[in-house]
């Protein structure tokens, strides 16, 4: 859900569990790499892939098996402690490479990155004043008139006027009150992000010149439709849509702390005409929730692509599955690109529906 997609770059493996030295090698053998987990009592249980360990401590240091320089390999870790006689637990990932040492804190729980708009301050009333009224000066013609005939009057003696002029006076007009200043908006509270126990994939976000290779690679183009399951913060179905022209995207994620993200950012680009973002399990999902698609993108574990593979195959003839960094176990490839970004490598996998 930008930020962070529910896409890994790990493949499983199993950690050595024997007890080693209480602190790893500075240079670990390259094909090797070092777990060092701190935790919140001497006597916490602690499983990782789902094994439970045998040591003690507060902090526990673990070796891995020979892995492949350059790939990204993903362990799940549980913790179990009691306090006051409660059972406390806390579930936690964690990506490792061969020749590096990594750590693990299993004492504090992850918080979601703060997403709150900053707070805004009231405006300032405007001063109005009334305007000046000021006279039109009108000046009458004198009327065009016969002379009158003379009558035989007499005369009378002028006697002065019993009318006083008014005193003028003041108006009555009061300035009207200023505007009342308008509140700020409240910010928006993000829902909390699932633990990782209850997701197919961890939180790993493709990099950017990852997703413009997916998309190169499926020439997105104007008139696409764009899946992208396990949507995370939306970088892809954004992408497909700001710099390829596709007419649509639609991005799925069973976060709603990453749908939250997601929608957010879609706003922000003005771009929700063209992208919807929903909430929803993708392992749920059937052909006939993809039948509009014309493009599919993954970034997920070999275990979720080899469940939706029934799903993919059902989808209409000439959709276009691009997957990062794993293939989708026993279909044939059209192409492939393989890119080093940061010093990692990637993997880049394009099918076509038959």
């Not at 200023?178 to 909390?192: A, G, R, S, Y």
Request: glycine share 4%; aromatic share 6%.
């Amino acid at each position: 859900m930008n930020t962070f997609r529910w896409l890994p770059a790990l493949v499983l493996a199993g950690l050595a569990f024997g007890r080693i030295a209480a602190q790893p090698p500075e240079n670990p053998e390259n094909n090797e790499a070092f777990l060092r987990v701190k935790l919140p009592t001497e006597d916490t249980k602690l499983e990782v892939q789902g094994t439970l360990t045998q040591q003690k401590g507060l902090q526990r240091i673990f070796k891995s098996p020979p892995l492949v320089p350059g790939k990204k390999y993903f362990y799940d870790a549980k913790a179990t402690w009691i306090v006051d006689g409660k059972t406390l637990t806390r579930s936690k990932s964690v990506v490792v490479m061969a020749g590096g040492t990594f750590d693990l804190d299993m004492t504090v729980e992850d918080k979601p990155a703060d997403s709150k708009p900053k707070n805004g301050k009231p405006m300032d009333p405007v001063d109005v004043k009334p305007m000046d009224p000021k006279p039109v000066e009108v000046k009458p013609k004198p009327m065009q008139m016969p002379p009158p005939k003379p009558k035989e009057t007499k005369p009378v003696d002028p006697k002065p006027s019993d009318v006083k002029p008014k005193d003028p006076k003041p108006s009555d007009t009061k300035p009207k009150d200023p505007p009342k200043p308008v509140d700020p908006p409240k910010p928006v509270e993000p829902p909390k992000p699932l633990p990782a126990s209850k997701l197919d994939a961890p939180n790993v976000a493709s990099p950017e010149t990852v997703v413009q290779k997916m998309l190169e690679l499926a020439k997105v183009k104007e008139g696409d439709v764009v899946y992208d399951l396990g949507c995370g913060d939306g970088r892809i179905v954004i992408a497909a849509v700001k710099n390829f022209k596709a007419s649509k995207a639609v991005g799925i994620d069973i976060d709603p702390y990453q749908v939250f993200v997601a929608q957010e950012k879609v706003k922000k680009e003005d771009l929700a005409d063209k992208i919807t973002i929903r909430m929803a399990d993708i392992m749920k999902l059937t052909e006939k929730d993809l039948s509009e698609a014309t493009v599919v993108t993954l970034y997920l574990l070999p275990k979720t692509n080899e469940a939706l593979k029934p799903m993919l195959a059902k989808l209409k003839k000439g959709t276009r599955i691009v997957s990062h960094d794993y293939d989708i176990f026993g279909w044939e490839e059209d192409s492939r690109a393989e890119l080093k970004v940061d010093g990692l490598d990637h993997t880049v996998y394009l099918y076509t529906v038959k």
